[in-house]
């Protein structure tokens, strides 16, 4: 329900206003609009899984630091234990972040459109909230205008979510080394694109950087809620400071700890995912009614006429379910769509574009 006035009246200042947040979730045969792995499982995982969960006791509490995740983590990256941070999800490192360094007085850097999330925990503890606008024609980030902003804290996020691209590398580096803020760059989707465009190795040299890593998306454990943050020793102390203890339940360690384990299993789902990104984007462009953005991650973001109007009848008579993210700053008309398994890309391609043609001309 809304809140009450009368209730909302209690909240403090900076609450609000806030709604409960509803991420338009609705059943649907396919669904595409949360940048999930759609594939299956590998059963090798899956069964590796199973046997982990099965033999977790649930009376004890859960090691507050995730410490043999922590060490799996450090050595998947190349950087020492005291470098992470687990966390419940990204999105618990992401509060984390605006609790410990955010506030009133503090100012947040937005480089919208991106992930609304960030504005989102800004907000909640009063941290002010400065937005800079990407190039509207390829999405790119004005480095010269971020860099005369006086920043606590700025987010970039590579590559970006909902726009699809990379941010340039050298260009990030550069800001990190002249700025005085904490800069964030969140890869919640680089296994999607190229580990070696990843700042991870850069941690070591620039204690302002920190970065942001998921087993949401490339590892299929969005319902896990494993996230992980990797930054100076420091830092990592200053969050877990402010952390409720046991926010990482022992389930999800153990399954965390499996996948790890066993990341290789998925390199040829990741392939797979990066052959029907590339299969869809050619597919939805070859309509001539669709301008389809250039994708270094799991989803593509697409234009075309009504695309609320479409997104609904892909729900409605299609059973599809995709992101409508049109309301954002320069996304007028546009889709987010996740890449799913190859016979539901087929589907997808078959539906968009009789809709899109439907509403061409
Ligand atoms: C999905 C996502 C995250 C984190 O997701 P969690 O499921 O909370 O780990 C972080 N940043 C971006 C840009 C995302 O899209």
Redesign the pocket.
Known sequence: MEIPATIAARMQPCLQGLEPYDPGFSACDINVSA?ENNLPVPPTVRSALDAALASTPLNRYPDPLSNELRAKIAARHGVAPENVLVTN????A?FLLFLAFGGPGRTLVDIQP??S?YALYASMVGTSVETVLRDPSDFSIDWDALAAIDADLTIV?TP??PTANLADKDALLGYVATTDALVLS?E??MEFADEDLSVIPEIECHPNLIV?R????AFGL?GA???YLLADAGIVSALSAVRQPYSVNVLSQAAASVVLDLRGEYGAGIELIKKERARMAAALAATGCIEVFPSSSNFLLVRMREGSKVRARLRDEFSILVRDVSAMPELENCLRITVGTPEENDRIIQAVSTLSKEYAS
């Open positions: 940048n999800g990204g999105d618990e992401l991106t992930f999330v996020t970006n979510n969140d919640a989707y942001l998921t087993l949401s998306k969005a809620r494993i996230g």
